[in-house]
């Protein structure tokens, strides 16, 4: 068994904490390259989920997060890009152990991904967040663009750090509070995201990570605090 470089394996980051799971449930990652254990993380069930989308629920209508500029949320997603450029020798490490992925092409790849946080953080200063429509002389229409809300992000196993960002950071920036779902065979990405968004210091129940199969995200699909749904 590999030293997954992974601080809670067993637990799942919901509301700002690390929380213990509601049953013993695991999931066990192989190395498919060797077939050995490379990590065993919490599996969560429907009431982990209806817990994280909670927190995520809480957040939107009741925190702050929806309710800061478009350059504050940026300050946030700027301080993740940087958070993950640290961590890429971890990233590096786990991709390769959970879906079979080259080293050299895992590194190449995962140096990708913090630049998307520092793209969507730019966009606070270029992106049109309201227009002006004139429809008549006397009269004009106003466009803006608000947060959709609770967002559920249902990650695939062959890319998991950048599937993530493409949902995360345009999310976050708008407003959006997230949780995670990631993906069974491959969530020790996830849980490094995770720990970063911890250091990041973003408001409780903004982002929230679970690790699961397919009966929780059933559970994420169907609740309807849940706003939008992105899968792959």
């Not at 601080?7 to 509601?22: E, L, M, T």
């Not at 960002?165 to 959006?176: D, E, T, V």
């Amino acid at each position: 068994m590999s030293a997954a470089p992974i601080a809670h394996p067993d637990r799942f980051f919901i509301g700002g904490a690390w929380v213990k799971p509601s049953t013993a449930d695991t999931i066990a990652v192989l190395a498919p390259g060797t077939e050995e254990l490379f990590v065993r993380v919490a599996e969560a069930g429907e009431a982990d989920i209806a817990r994280a989308v909670e927190a995520a629920r809480y957040a939107f209508d009741e925190g702050a997060w929806p309710r800061l500029s478009h350059r504050e949320r940026a300050d946030y997603l700027r301080a993740i890009a940087e958070g993950l450029a640290t961590r890429l020798d971890d990233l590096s490490a786990i991709w390769p152990n959970e879906m079979g992925i080259l080293h050299a092409s895992a590194r190449m790849r995962i140096g990708g991904v913090p630049p998307v946080y520092d793209y969507y953080a730019g966009l606070a200063e270029t992106f049109a967040f309201e227009e002006v429509h004139p429809s008549t002389v006397a009269a004009a229409g106003l466009l803006v663009r608000e947060p959709v809300g609770v967002v559920g992000a249902i990650i695939p196993w062959n890319g998991p750090s950048a599937l993530i960002a493409y949902k995360l950071a345009p999310a976050l920036l708008a407003g959006c509070t997230v949780v995670i779902k990631a993906s069974p065979e491959a969530p020790g990405q996830a849980l490094v995201l995770a720990e970063v968004i911890e250091a990041a210091g973003l408001p409780p129940g903004v982002v929230n990570v679970i690790t699961a199969d397919r009966v929780a995200s059933e559970a994420l699909v169907r609740d309807p605090r849940v706003d939008k749904i992105a899968f792959t």
